[in-house]
């Protein structure tokens, strides 16, 4: 397990029933933070066990010991996060795999699809950007073109050392140098 991850936890928490009971609060918190926040293997003796994201893998013995509580304790606190809803417990005679209901509300994904969201935004705005700064180029170059049709070669150059050219992706580079050649388009008006 990672120590660098983290979980969330709404303030809400304090509206719930095991907020009122520490030992029901140290065993949910205790869960959330075991829970895997990736699909992972785990190899349990002999075996390998799938874990999806939001579970995890114990024992009674195991728990009890990490949580510092007696064996039955855990198991009563367990089987009331169970009826809460709050988590499903798969058992066989040697370990229990534990899930967490609802366990997308407890991660970092949201923050993660915030990101994506705020990249994908970022990158529709730098396209608008670069079309901006590629018409604001085309049409101050059009114009130096059409006032001395003969020196385009030099007026090109200099478009190539406009700083404003560099913030265009290649094609975009390209585009502008070819659609400036033609004169087809700088009639065109784009």
């Known amino acids: 397990m990672e120590d ?10 304090l509206e719930s029933p095991i907020f009122e009971n520490e030992k029901a609060l140290k065993i949910w918190i205790w869960c959330l933070v075991k829970a895997t926040h990736k699909e992972r ?8 066990i799938h874990l999806e994201k939001g579970q ?5 013995k ?11 304790t855990v198991y009563d606190y367990f089987k009331l996060l169970e009826e809460l809803h709050m988590i499903r417990i ?25 990101q994506q969201t705020n990249n994908n935004a970022t990158t529709t705005q730098h396209k608008q950007e670069c079309k901006e700064i590629y018409l604001i180029l085309f049409n101050k170059y059009k114009k130096k ?11 090109i150059g200099d478009l ?16 502008l140098f070819y659609d400036l050649m033609n004169p087809m388009k700088r009639s065109n008006n784009k």
Do not use: C, H
């Open 160 to 175: 190539k050392k406009n700083p404003d050219y560099e913030l265009l992706s290649t094609e975009e580079q390209e585009e």
């Open 4 to 13: 660098k991850s983290w979980i969330k936890l709404y303030r809400k928490i």
């Open 62 to 72: 195991k728990a009890s010991k990490e949580l510092k509580m007696k064996d039955r």
């Open 41 to 48: 293997n785990q190899l349990v003796g002999k075996q390998i």
């Open 56 to 60: 995890f893998v114990t024992g009674r």
């Open 90 to 114: 798969n058992s066989n005679n040697k370990f229990s795999i534990i899930t967490i209901e609802k366990w997308g509300n407890y991660q970092v994904e949201e923050l993660l699809n915030q």
């Open 145 to 155: 073109i059409e006032e001395q049709p003969k020196k385009i070669i030099q007026i």
